[in-house]
């Protein structure tokens, strides 16, 4: 049991893994509020904590609470509501978070999810309260999940490689590409329901996940804000070890010199032999 402990703190905190990282976090998190709520609902009290949280973690559907509460643009993305929401949120980050980390790196995935979820919950918010419609039903309600966050990882990936296809139960092969409209249509659908602001929260992130990849393409990385400042080093002569090859004879030099290309110049600059090398090296 201690070696498993040991094992989840390495590949949460220390791997450098960001899906790891954030899954580790919303899934701590959920449990640390759900146990509290159990021993809550024991003492005979009710479960005290879980509206608390959404209270003052959540993020307030009324505009004219966020002075106050302007913390929760960013707390509200790690507090879910029940285990199936935190499930299909964690499922869809592990598998279209891998996908992207196939092709671009920690600081752009930290980059599109922190910044899918902030720009996802205020765009829920400024459409909640531009809108009449909304208005009667804003007292009380608040925003909680990394739905947006997620969202932006999926779109993103989608995005990037829209023909990289996954095997779907009892679907197939399907693309990416699809799945991700198939999310756009159906939150654009749920907007009229009760759950608008999660909703129109999806679509933010969606949007946010969209938008790096073309700025990307065009040679716009907005990750680079979270680079680190290049330290002097000394470099010695050596002979270069030679990297091992992905199959179908794509080396990790080639890749690494592709992904390279991609941040500083764009996907769309790419030639075709270098763009099927990297669908070949994705697929292996």
Known sequence: MNNTFKDLKYKVFQS???????????VLLFLIIAVIGVFSWLSGKGDLISPLVSEYVGLPASISKLPERF???????????????????MLGLFWFGSIFMNFLKSRQFHFVYLAGGLFGGLFAVAVLNIFPVYAGGLAGVTIVGASAAVMAIIFAAATLVPNYTIMLFIFGEVKIKWIAIVYFVLDFLAI?????????AHIGGALLGFVFIKRLQSGSDWSKMFGRKPKLKVVRNE?????PEFKGGVSQQEIDAILDKISTSGYDKLSAVEKEKLFKASKD
């Open 192 to 200: 009229g329901s009760v759950n608008a602001g999660g909703s129109l």
């Open 16 to 26: 450098g893994n960001p899906i790891f990282f954030y899954i580790g976090i919303n």
């Open 71 to 89: 913390y929760t643009v960013f707390t509200y993305m790690f507090i879910h509501d029940g285990i199936l929401h935190i499930l299909f949120n």
């Open 239 to 243: 002979k270069p070890v030679k990297k």
